[in-house]
């Protein structure tokens, strides 16, 4: 029988893969060569977890000691960099994908917090910075704004799929029960702003007069 370690490690690994691939994708888009295309993937994969493990004392981490998830960050990278255009053919699944790895992480991030003796409101918080951390360094590194803070619902979703493992572990559930419930809510959110658009409110700045009505205005007075 499965125990739940090896139960998170698997989903943790399967993560790694997804958000892999998402890397290598930005890499070649950005036409890195494949050095670059495999730092990127790696950092997609990996950097999330890595954050949540230096938070909360769980050094040296598990993505530099254990090495199925340099060979499974290495593996995409490749993939990516020798078939790119069957992978980008596969653009729609590869978001399907994105929003699976995105669950992955969330709901291993909070369970992993929640055994480490965080208090509920910081392990949900640290689920959905497992699964959010690695894009962020990645379009760091490509000097762009952070698709997390512009994607439709993606740090929302992912702090629901990490909520649901928390209030499961509340209410007594086994963590495959609290798991499955809290990918299904981030999936699903996820899912459901790709394909409706839903987002956040987006503030609205306050409208400024042009510069040539300024002009015109100081014409005026003179």
Not at 36 to 58: C, H, K, Q
Not at 89 to 114: E, N, Y
């Amino acid at each position: 029988m499965i125990t739940i370690d090896v139960f998170v490690r698997i989903l943790d690994l399967a993560g790694t893969f997804v958000f892999a691939i998402s890397g290598a994708v930005a890499a070649v888009n950005r036409r890195l060569d494949v050095f670059g295309i495999l730092v990127l993937s790696f950092v997609a994969g990996n950097f999330g977890g890595i954050t949540r493990d230096v938070l909360i004392g769980a050094v040296p981490p598990a993505a530099l000691t254990d090495g199925r998830y340099l060979l499974v960050s290495v593996l995409a990278g490749l993939i990516t960099f020798f078939w790119y255009a069957g992978v980008d053919k596969l653009r729609s699944p590869v978001l399907l994908f994105d929003a699976a790895g995105l669950s992955l992480f969330a709901v291993t991030g909070a369970q992993k917090a929640i055994e480490f003796g965080l208090n509920p409101i910081m392990a949900a918080l640290l689920g959905m910075l497992t699964g959010i951390g690695g894009g962020i360094t990645r379009d760091v590194l490509l000097t762009e704004i952070p698709q997390v803070l512009r994607s439709d619902l993606y740090a929302v979703a992912a702090l629901a799929g990490a909520s649901g493992v928390v209030i499961g572990d509340i209410l007594g559930f086994s963590y495959g029960v609290s798991a499955l419930a809290g990918a299904v809510l981030c999936f699903g959110l996820r899912f459901m702003a790709i394909r409706h658009g839903w987002h956040l409110p987006i503030a609205r700045r306050a409208g400024r007069r042009p510069p040539e009505a300024d002009t015109s205005d100081d014409n005026d007075a003179s």
